[in-house]
């Protein structure tokens, strides 16, 4: 807001509405304005869940392109190829990836409950910085 601006016209507002509180810093070069809102202008909404046909596409998408070609999705096919019992092997690869994203899915519920979702983001980025750090180490030892 320019300061040789107009004033504002707060004539079609309530007295409760318009109550304006300033502060200035010490060094008075930044003010700050709070305004007062009444209760009953205030709406307080729940934050919407996503619909269970979202979330389920977005892991579905996610682990899908994170599973092509990588080790487990390998091992699947080599152990195919050579037990010549492709269903078998099948069934054996989808009860193990189940049973690793049940445990991925039950840990996380564990740790949500308990700690802070802040908490888990830096205690994730950090891992995953440890992580990227010891392969960076090992491509340079190599």
């Given amino acids: ?10 004539s079609h507002l309530s007295e409760a ?3 304006l509180e300033v502060k ?13 809102i009444p209760p009953s202008l205030v709406v307080n ?5 996503q619909k269970a046909m979202v979330i389920f596409t977005t892991t579905f998408v996610t682990i899908f392109l994170a599973e ?8 699947t096919l080599l152990i195919s190829a050579e037990s010549q019992s492709p269903w078998v092997v099948f069934l054996g690869s989808a009860s193990a990836l189940v049973m690793t994203s049940l445990l991925g899915v039950l840990l996380g519920s564990w740790m949500a409950s308990r700690l802070s979702p802040k908490t888990i983001e830096k205690a994730s980025g950090i891992m995953l910085l440890f992580i990227s750090i010891m392969l960076f180490w090992d491509l340079l030892i190599q």
């Fill in 1 to 10: 807001m320019k300061l040789d601006s107009a004033p504002l016209n707060l």
């Fill in 17 to 19: 509405e318009s109550q």
């Fill in 24 to 36: 200035q810093d010490k060094d008075y070069r930044s003010v700050t304005a709070l305004v007062e």
């Fill in 45 to 49: 909404e729940p934050p919407k869940p």
């Fill in 68 to 75: 092509i070609g990588d080790k487990t999705q390998l091992s």
